[in-house]
C-alpha cells in the first residue's frame, strides 16, 4: 500500500514538473478549460448602463445614430477598432468579446506567471478557489473598471515572474500577452489604470531591489518593454481633448465629477444661500442628484465649480457614494469572499514574506480608505485593489514553507488547522458560484419579458424616447446578444451623456430645441421616467418656464413606462404618474387659480351691460 502511494506521488509530482516546460500553453488550455465551464453554466450581462453606452456608441444603436469611434471613458483606439468590426458584422456581440478577451487575458497572464515557479500545482489550486470564489462574479457581470483593474494586475505579475525566472525563451511570448494585457487595461480606462499601478508600486520596487545585482539583460528587458509601450500609450491619450465637442464634454464631466462624486453635497436651509448663488433651487438640486443634466445652462461647468468652492472634501463617517465600511464589507458578492479567500491563503504564506506582504497591505488599506472617503468614488473602483493583494498571497504561496518557524511546538496543530481552513475555502467557492448562479438566473428570468415589452412598444425610426436615470432597465439584456433590438429604438438619455456630440446629433436629427420643453410640444417626442424624476420634471417646469404639464400614460409594462407630455392651463394634479401628497404651495397656487377661473366666468354686470 505504501509502495502504490509512492508510486502515485511519484507520477503526480512528474506532472507537476511538467508543466513549467510549456507555461503559455498549459495555462492557456487550463483557462480555456474554466471559460468552457462558465459559460455553460454561466450567462454574462453588463454591469449597468455605463457599460450599455459604451455599447450603443460603438454599435450605432440606442443611444448612438451610427457606429462612433467615440464611445466614452474608453481610449480612442479601442472604439476605433470596435467601430470598425461592428460595421464589417453588425449583429456579432464584439463588445462582449473585448470585455470577456480582457478577463480572460489577464486571469491567463496571471496564471501563466504561477507557473514559473517551481512545483506550481498548489498555486494553481489557489487560483481555482479564487476564480469560482470572486472572478465568477467579475464574469457574470461584466463592467469596464474592474476588467482594467484584473487585466494590469494579470500583466503586471507575468512582467514579474519572467523577471524573477530570468529565462529568455519566455520572454517574447510573456511580452506580447502582458502587452495584450497593459493595452486593453489602459483603453478601457485610465483611471484604474493608473490605480492599479500605484496600488501594485511597493512590490515592484521591491522586486527590483531584490534581483538588481542579476545582470543587465535580466534587470532592463522588461523595464524597456514597459517604457516603450507607455510612450505608445500617450500617442493614443487624448484624442478626445482633440474634438472640440468632446474637449467640452471633459470640461462638463470633470465638473460634474468633482461636485457629485468628490464632495459631500447636501441641501440644507444652512446650505441654500449657496446653491441660490448658482440659481438652483432644491428642485434643480434633486434633478441633479437624479442624473438629470441636458439643462446645460442651468447645470453649466461654472456654476459646478461656483459650488465646489462651498463644499470642499473631506473626511465624513459615511461616504457620499459608496456607502460605510459596514454597507462595503456587508455585501457578500465582493469584499467577503475576497478576505475569505484572503485570510485562508495567507495560512500558505512563507514567514520570509510575511513582512514584506504586510507593508503592500498596509498601502493598499491606505488607498482604498483615500480612495473611499476623500475622493468618494463608488466601490468597484477601488475593491480590486483586494484582488492584487490576494493574486499576491497565491504568487508566494508555499505549503512546504509554513507561516510558523521550523520546530516550533504548535508547527503540527498549525498545519492541520490551515489544511481544514483550505478544506472549508473549496466548499465556501462553490456557495459563492452558486449564489452567482441565482443572482445570473435571477436576470435570465426578466431577459424575455424585457424583450416582448420591447418588441410591443414596437418602437420607430421616427420616435424619439427620452430616458432618466435608470427607468429603462439596459443592463438586463445578455452581453452576448446583438443588441439589434434597440436598432430603431432610438434613445436620448439626460444622464453623463446628455452634454456630449452624440446626444447633440440625436438632439439636431429630430429637431429639439430645449429638450425638456420640446417634450411637450413634439408629437413623436416620449418620456420614460419613474415617479419621482416625474415630480422633479414637472416642478422644473412650473419654476423655469411657468408650464403646466398633463402626463398621459401611453405605454405601461413592468419594466418601464412611456409617458407623452402635453400643456395644460391648470396646474398638474401629479396623479399621472403615480404622485401623491401635493405640496401645499401647489395646492395654493390651484386653489387661486380656480377662482380666477370662477371669477373671468362670472356672468356680466346688468349695469355695465
Not at 98 to 109: E, Q, R, V
Not at 518 to 543: H, Q, W
Amino acid at each position: 500500500m505504501k509502495a502504490e502511494t509512492l508510486n502515485l506521488k511519484q507520477r503526480l509530482g512528474f506532472l507537476t514538473d511538467r508543466l513549467p516546460e510549456r507555461p503559455f500553453l498549459h495555462s492557456f488550455l487550463f483557462m480555456a478549460a474554466l471559460f468552457a465551464g462558465a459559460f455553460q453554466v454561466f450567462t454574462p450581462f453588463f454591469f449597468n448602463n455605463d457599460d450599455i453606452s459604451q455599447l450603443f456608441f460603438a454599435k450605432g444603436v440606442g443611444f448612438g445614430l451610427e457606429p462612433s469611434a467615440y464611445i466614452g471613458y474608453s481610449n480612442i483606439s479601442i472604439g476605433w477598432l470596435l467601430k470598425n468590426l461592428y460595421l464589417l458584422s453588425p449583429k456579432t456581440p464584439w463588445f462582449a468579446y473585448y470585455y470577456l478577451s480582457a478577463l480572460f487575458l489577464g486571469l491567463w497572464a496571471f496564471l501563466a506567471s504561477l507557473f514559473f515557479q517551481p512545483r506550481p500545482a498548489f498555486r494553481v489550486l489557489l487560483f481555482c478557489i479564487s476564480c469560482v470564489s470572486i472572478d465568477a462574479y467579475y464574469f457574470v457581470l461584466l463592467h469596464y473598471t474592474i476588467l482594467s483593474s484584473l487585466a494590469f494586475q494579470g500583466a503586471l505579475f507575468l512582467l514579474v515572474g519572467l523577471y524573477e525566472k530570468g529565462d529568455s525563451r519566455w520572454y517574447w511570448k510573456g511580452f506580447l500577452l502582458s502587452g495584450l494585457c497593459l493595452y486593453l487595461s489602459f483603453a478601457m480606462r485610465l483611471g484604474p489604470f493608473l490605480l492599479a499601478g500605484l496600488s501594485t508600486l511597493p512590490w515592484g520596487l521591491w522586486v527590483f531591489q531584490k534581483h538588481r545585482w542579476t545582470g543587465s539583460r535580466r534587470v532592463f528587458q522588461p523595464f524597456i518593454f514597459i517604457a516603450a509601450l507607455a510612450l505608445s500609450f500617450l500617442a493614443l491619450f487624448d484624442h478626445y481633448g482633440c474634438d472640440p465637442g468632446w474637449k467640452e464634454f471633459k470640461r462638463f464631466n470633470q465638473a460634474r465629477i468633482n461636485l457629485m462624486d468628490y464632495r459631500d453635497v447636501k441641501y440644507t436651509p444652512q446650505t441654500r444661500p449657496y446653491f441660490d448663488s448658482v440659481g438652483w433651487s432644491e428642485n434643480d438640486f434633486r434633478m441633479f442628484e437624479s442624473w438629470c443634466f441636458i439643462d446645460s445652462h442651468l447645470y453649466s461647468v461654472e456654476k459646478m465649480q461656483n459650488l465646489s468652492r462651498y463644499f470642499p472634501s473631506c473626511f465624513t463617517d459615511k461616504p457620499a457614494s459608496s456607502g460605510s465600511l459596514n454597507d462595503i464589507f456587508s455585501n457578500y458578492f465582493t469584499s467577503q469572499a475576497v478576505l475569505t479567500c484572503l485570510l485562508t491563503f495567507l495560512l500558505f504564506l512563507p514567514l520570509k514574506f510575511f513582512r514584506f506582504f504586510l507593508v503592500n497591505f498596509i498601502w493598499v488599506i491606505a488607498l482604498f480608505l483615500y480612495m473611499m472617503y476623500f475622493l468618494k468614488v463608488p466601490e468597484r473602483i477601488f475593491l480590486p485593489l483586494l484582488s492584487y493583494l490576494l493574486n499576491l498571497s497565491i504568487y508566494y504561496s508555499n505549503p512546504r514553507s509554513p507561516l510558523l518557524p521550523e520546530r516550533h511546538p504548535l508547527l503540527g496543530i498549525f498545519k492541520i488547522c490551515r489544511s481544514a481552513f483550505l478544506g472549508l475555502a473549496v466548499l465556501l467557492s462553490f456557495s459563492d458560484a452558486h449564489r452567482y448562479f441565482l443572482l445570473d438566473q435571477e436576470r435570465l428570468h426578466q431577459v424575455q419579458g424585457l424583450q416582448d415589452t420591447i418588441a410591443r412598444l414596437n418602437p420607430t425610426d421616427q420616435q424619439l424616447y427620452v430616458a432618466w436615470g435608470n427607468a429603462l432597465p439596459y443592463e438586463w439584456i445578455p452581453a452576448l446578444d446583438d443588441f439589434e433590438i434597440y436598432r430603431n429604438f432610438h434613445i436620448l438619455g439626460l444622464g453623463v451623456f446628455a452634454p456630449s456630440p452624440h446626444s447633440e446629433e440625436m438632439i439636431r436629427r429630430f429637431g429639439l430645441g430645449d429638450v425638456l420643453v420640446d417634450l411637450a410640444g413634439k408629437p413623436n417626442v416620449f418620456l420614460i421616467c419613474g415617479p419621482s424624476e416625474g415630480a422633479y420634471y414637472t416642478r422644473y417646469m412650473e419654476e423655469k418656464h411657468h408650464l403646466s404639464i398633463r402626463p398621459l400614460k401611453v405605454f405601461s409594462s413592468p419594466f418601464f413606462n412611456v409617458f407623452k407630455i402635453q400643456l395644460r392651463s391648470p396646474p398638474p394634479s401629479y396623479s399621472a404618474l403615480g404622485f401623491k401628497n401635493r405640496p401645499a404651495s401647489v395646492r395654493l397656487r390651484g386653489a387661486a387659480w380656480a377662482f380666477w377661473n370662477a371669477w373671468r366666468a362670472r356672468a356680466p354686470c346688468p349695469l355695465k351691460a
